[in-house]
């Protein structure tokens, strides 16, 4: 099956996170992503199964401080009678992954598309650790999500704790670095097929859609970019003596 809609949210993070005997949170409602332009197709899709429409243009009512809002065209709340809710998200581009590069924390940048299943942090998210995207750092106060995930038993600090993107010896920058370019696409992320693993046109629509988005967050150094920094600090150091001496 090829499909650009994809599944994320707290719903993706307890099915990834689900543990044999263990007792997850409840989650009624879903989050749907779609491109631009592809958001009537979706909500028609989910009014066959008897959902009932209200729209919430630029995102209002969808929790703004838990996305960067500029990546959001509309979100359309689906209702149903028997207390199901779906959210169609529609980004404001072209891709439906828009809006989930934009998410607050890393333990939420997961995805399910049509034939796999996309961790992009997947050390510490199933540690369950989150790191904080720079501006969510400086109004957490205000992303009631922190509070929910941390009742669930989630840490969420800042990247300047990251102790993820430390490479032992080395201070090399990798994916747990904030300042590290990213993609679902990329071998960082933990991806998992599902369905006819053999049908090749599948896989490569897949990878086609999941290279669409590119992500780095930026902000303040991680222990990784310290140690980097320090080891270029000795470098010049070294070269100015050696100059000196010669």
Not at 155 to 181: D, I, M, W
Not at 203 to 225: N, P
Request: charged share 25%; hydrophobic share 40%; glycine share 8%.
């Amino acid at each position: 099956m090829n499909s650009t809609a994809v599944f994320s949210g707290g719903q993706v993070l307890r099915f990834v996170h689900r543990v044999d005997g263990e007792t997850l949170w409840d989650a009624d409602d879903l989050d749907v992503y779609c491109g631009l332009g592809r958001g009537e197709r979706m909500v028609a899709l989910f009014e066959m199964e008897g959902y009932r429409a209200k729209v919430l243009p630029g995102g209002d009512g969808f929790d703004r401080p838990y996305v960067d809002e500029t990546a959001i065209s509309c979100v359309v709340r689906m209702e149903r009678r028997d207390g199901r809710a779906v959210d169609v998200v529609v980004s404001a581009c072209h891709s439906a992954l828009a809006p989930i590069a934009r998410y607050y924390a890393s333990h939420v940048v997961n995805v399910v598309t049509a034939s796999s299943i996309c961790v992009a942090y997947p050390d510490s998210t199933f540690r369950r650790r989150g790191f904080f995207r720079p501006w969510a750092a400086r109004t957490w106060n205000r992303v009631r999500a922190v509070e929910k995930y941390m009742s669930r038993g989630y840490q969420l600090v800042g990247f300047s704790k990251n102790v993820e993107a430390s490479v032992e010896g080395t201070g090399s920058r990798h994916f747990y670095c904030p300042h590290q370019e990213r993609s679902f696409a990329d071998s960082g992320t933990l991806r998992l097929w599902y369905g006819e693993t053999d049908d090749w046109s599948a896989r490569s629509a897949d990878d086609a859609l999941l290279r669409e988005v590119k992500w780095k967050w930026g902000g303040y150094c991680c222990t990784c970019c310290v140690k980097a920094s320090g080891q270029a600090i000795m470098v010049i150091k070294r070269k100015l003596e050696n100059a000196g001496a010669s």
